[in-house]
């Protein structure tokens, strides 16, 4: 649930069920006992709060992306927001916390906050209530069943008791210690934000390096910056292909054709008035031949060259030397990831080697009698191992060396021997399965006798068991079984660590807002991972929906997604038509 230093309670209720109505005789009642509110309203429709004609309205249709307009009285912000809605969060923000008791919201009954529910029965609604655990109260024109106190919606001064009694009791309610607090639950529960936090705090970036050839160098992180040796270009070049004139000589009618220079050859003389060289893409400009005019400007006949008429400036078409890279200028920073990008940069300053950071090791296996191989003759009771394939792909992607156990029996003491053999061979040790609260769990057994390993419970769907710790000092990360959990355990705990321990600076993946094509599901208290394919409209808009059946044993849901759908924990539904985030999948997988 979304907490605020001020206290935070909306009113949610069905259209028709007269909130406005409600609330524009209530805020009177607050007032006159003293407290300061603002207001929130949101509306699921175009508004606009601007009168056509106003000197605000004119300036705000005309551009201004941002209207702020005062008088003596008040001042009113209008911002346009034609990409995106604005976050709950970020509105609130918005408010002078300082000059307020309270913040009231009319609307938003899809995030999670304190709320009470505005029912009449002759509007002909479902209740919220038994849907919503972050409704406080009922507000009703009938009878309901419910724990929840219960007052009369027709009653005003019952309903401003309620708020005055929560706003008074909001700060006491806030510094009571949680009984659900992280630290005190077994295994603990975290977020996901808290998970990965955890986790970066407790891995360390590897110090050691090699020399490698630069096409070897795909997917490896920089050990030391790297500084040009060379001008690039090295030498002043023509931009196309076409004619080589002065600078100082563009008046006349035509010019003498003195030289052809291809692309790796030079014109070693000075280029004098009334003269051209015809010159190719690439190749070095003569001596005050300082502007190039392109081929299909040019009318040659023998050895003259006109251009008519065409417009030529000084200086155009040249590269100059050094203009991408002077001598001795930084090129990349220490631990950057090298990309094809980098790859043609770094060969472009003539470097054939260069010192990166050594591959991770990552010792990956499956355990399971129920387990086994792909290409094996199918035996009843038994599943192929899909996890360490995803495993290994998604390691390869980050350019890790993999150490191969392959698939282990349910035994304890072979599993111990692999993960203290793992323990000297690998940075990483990788596992998926085997680490929840069940008895026939080896792995956590193992870990248990072997190494400090906490099992946590991160507030999130697929995904929720996740193992982390270490062994001989070795990071340890048990993945849930289930091959989509696996996958998004991955990206969200284990991916952001090997980048640090590769070198990776502040990594973050790409994430960015989208319009849902249809409803979403998730549950407020918890981060809803869903496999989804965006699109771009005509409007530039991107838009997502599900790949479908999102069950966490369904990997064709995760073969078929070119984007995760991440819902916060403080939303409890989505609909059609409403912003959610994405965190886009090429290049990841």
């Excluded at 690998?426 to 906490?454: P, Q």
């Amino acid at each position: 649930m979304i907490q605020t230093r001020l206290p935070l309670l909306g009113f949610a209720a069905y259209s028709g069920t007269g909130k406005t109505t409600l609330l524009e005789a209530l805020l009177p009642k607050l007032t006159d006992a003293g407290l300061r509110v603002g207001m929130l309203k949101h509306a699921h429709h175009n508004f606009d709060v601007d009168k056509p004609g106003k000197d605000s309205f004119r300036l705000r249709k005309a551009g201004a992306s941002q209207m702020l307009i005062s008088s003596r009285n008040r001042y009113a912000l209008m911002t346009e927001t034609p990409d995106a809605e604005a976050q709950f969060e970020y509105l609130l923000t918005r408010f002078e916390h300082d000059t307020l008791d309270v913040i009231l919201v009319e609307g938003c009954k899809n995030i999670a906050f304190p709320k009470i529910e505005l029912h009449r029965e002759a509007i002909d609604k479902p209740w919220l209530h038994p849907h919503d655990t972050n409704i406080i109260a009922v507000a009703s024109d009938q009878q309901v069943e419910t724990v929840l106190p219960t007052l009369d919606i027709n009653n005003l001064q019952q309903i401003a008791d309620f708020v005055l009694d929560y706003v008074n009791n909001y700060q006491a309610a806030a510094t009571t210690p949680a009984a659900s607090c992280c630290d005190i639950l077994s295994p603990a529960m975290f977020s996901v934000e808290q998970g990965q936090q955890k986790i970066l705090d407790a891995v360390n970036v590897q110090n050691l390096s090699e020399s490698l050839a630069v096409e070897k160098c795909y997917q490896r992180v920089l050990a030391n910056a790297v500084h040009s040796p060379i001008n690039v270009p090295a030498y002043t070049n023509s931009a196309m292909d076409g004619y080589a004139i002065r600078g100082d000589d563009l008046e006349a009618q035509d010019y003498q054709v003195v030289a052809q220079v291809m692309a790796g050859y030079a014109y070693q003389k000075p280029l004098q008035k009334g003269q051209a060289v015809k010159i190719m893409t690439g190749a070095p400009t003569p001596e005050n031949g300082d502007t190039v005019v392109m081929r299909e400007q040019a009318e040659q006949s023998g050895d003259r060259v006109s251009f008519g008429g065409a417009s030529i400036s000084a200086g155009q078409n040249v590269r100059q030397a050094g203009e991408d890279l002077a001598a001795s200028q930084l090129v990349f920073e220490a631990n950057t990831r090298i990309l094809s990008a980098e790859m043609g940069m770094l060969a472009s300053i003539g470097l054939a080697n260069i010192d990166v950071k050594r591959q991770l090791k990552v010792a990956i296996f499956s355990t399971g009698d129920e387990v086994q191989s792909p290409g094996d003759a199918f035996k009843a009771n038994t599943i192929y191992d899909s996890n360490r394939y995803s495993l290994m792909g998604l390691l390869q992607n980050l350019n890790c060396e993999i150490l191969d156990y392959g698939i282990l029996e349910d035994d304890q003491d072979t599993i111990v021997s692999a993960l203290s053999k793992a323990a000297i061979e690998a940075d990483v040790i990788l596992t998926s399965g085997g680490v929840s609260v069940g008895d026939a769990d080896y792995v956590k057994h193992a870990l248990e006798a072997l190494g400090e390993i906490n099992f946590w419970r991160i507030n999130m769907r697929p995904g929720r068991p996740l193992a982390f710790g270490k062994i001989s000092d070795k990071p340890f990360f048990g993945l849930p079984g289930n091959p989509v959990a696996v996958m998004v355990s991955f990206l969200n705990f284990v991916e952001p660590a090997l980048r640090k321990m590769q070198g990776e600076v502040n990594w973050q993946p790409v994430k960015m807002p989208a319009i849902a094509t249809e409803p979403l599901r998730s549950r407020q208290g918890r981060t809803e991972f869903s496999r989804g394919v965006y699109t771009q409209d005509e409007q530039g808009r991107i838009l997502v929906r599900t790949t479908g059946k999102q069950g966490s044993g369904i990997l064709r849901s995760m073969s078929e997604a070119n984007c995760i759908i991440e819902i916060a924990p403080w939303v409890d539904n989505v609909k059609e038509g409403e912003q959610v985030t994405i965190v886009p999948l090429q290049g990841r997988l």
